[in-house]
């Protein structure tokens, strides 16, 4: 069982929005704002999308946004494209990850 | 470019030893957090271990402290992750990672697999 609780499947039709939850505690999601989200494609290793809750690494397209309320964080995909079909990871300090979402483009 | 690239994955049983390495370029590795991360085969990922810059501080994920050690070398630029007592339950995908900052993991490197089975 995983530290943050997220939905083991998403999915959205190309060009929709689509909205990943990550919950957590008052220990971790509800103390700070390092939450970051990872994208793994099969095969491959994961990528860093969303760091410090919003923040997105250089190359990362805008598509991809990060919010957080209490001790639930938030991925949101815009203009979803097949490329995005992927499983995607939150993880938050120090070192707990998500169980992981498959998302779909359908 | 900023690689990593780990080595020393395999096959082991169970009770055996393994020592996993990784070697790093582009990155200025001695001022760097390094940590590793696994991930058994169709789960999800699993915070392993992390080592500060000068090797002084560590900490070990609650499913490892005691067997594993982590460790590395500033003068060759590498990082190392001893194995010890391996259970089947340690058979995965071991990622070497940079820390950025707060668990926040923006280098990756193509993963070692390491099997523990009789």
Same mark, same amino acid.
């Given at each position: 069982?995983?530290?943050?609780?997220?939905?083991?499947?998403?999915?959205?039709?190309? !060009?929709?929005?689509?909205?990943?939850?990550?919950?957590?505690?008052?220990?971790?999601?509800?103390?700070?704002?390092?939450?970051?989200?990872?994208?793994?494609?099969?095969? #491959?290793?994961? #990528?860093?999308?969303?760091?410090?809750?919003? #923040?997105?690494?250089?190359?990362?397209?805008?598509?991809?946004? !990060?919010? #957080?309320? !209490?001790?639930?964080?938030?991925?949101?995909?815009?203009?979803?494209?097949?490329?995005?079909?992927?499983?995607?990871?939150?993880?938050?300090?120090?070192?707990?990850?998500?169980?992981?979402?498959?998302?779909?483009?359908? | 470019?900023?690689?990593? +690239?780990?080595?020393?994955?395999?096959?082991?049983?169970?009770?055996?030893?393994?020592?996993?390495?990784?070697?790093?370029?582009?990155?200025?590795?001695?001022?760097?957090?390094?940590?590793?991360?696994?991930?058994?085969?169709?789960?999800?990922?699993?915070? +392993?271990?992390?080592?500060?810059?000068?090797?002084?501080?560590?900490?070990?994920?609650?499913?490892?402290?005691?067997?594993?050690?982590?460790?590395?070398?500033?003068?060759?630029?590498?990082?190392?992750?001893?194995?010890?007592?391996?259970?089947?339950?340690?058979?995965? +995908?071991?990622?070497?990672?940079?820390?950025?900052?707060?668990?926040?993991?923006?280098?990756?490197?193509?993963?070692?697999? +390491?099997?523990?089975?009789?």
């Amino acid at each position: 069982q995983s530290a943050l609780t997220q939905p083991p499947s998403a999915s959205g039709s190309p !060009g929709q929005s689509v909205t990943i939850s990550c919950t957590g505690t008052t220990r971790d999601i509800g103390a700070h704002n390092y939450v970051s989200w990872y994208q793994q494609r099969p095969g #491959k290793a994961p #990528k860093l999308i969303i760091y410090e809750v919003y #923040k997105r690494p250089s190359g990362v397209p805008d598509r991809f946004s !990060g919010s #957080k309320s !209490g001790n639930t964080a938030s991925l949101t995909v815009s203009g979803l494209q097949a490329e995005d079909e992927a499983d995607y990871y939150c993880g938050s300090f120090v070192g707990l990850f998500g169980g992981g979402t498959r998302v779909t483009v359908l | 470019e900023v690689q990593l +690239v780990e080595s020393g994955g395999g096959l082991v049983q169970p009770g055996g030893s393994l020592r996993l390495s990784c070697t790093v370029s582009g990155l200025t590795f001695s001022h760097t957090w390094m940590t590793w991360v696994r991930q058994a085969p169709g789960k999800g990922l699993e915070w +392993v271990a992390i080592i500060d810059p000068s090797g002084s501080a560590i900490e070990y994920g609650g499913s490892v402290e005691g067997r594993f050690t982590i460790s590395r070398d500033n003068v060759k630029n590498s990082l190392s992750l001893h194995m010890n007592s391996l259970e089947v339950e340690d058979t995965a +995908v071991y990622f070497c990672t940079r820390d950025r900052g707060f668990s926040s993991f923006d280098y990756w490197g193509q993963g070692a697999l +390491v099997t523990v089975s009789s």
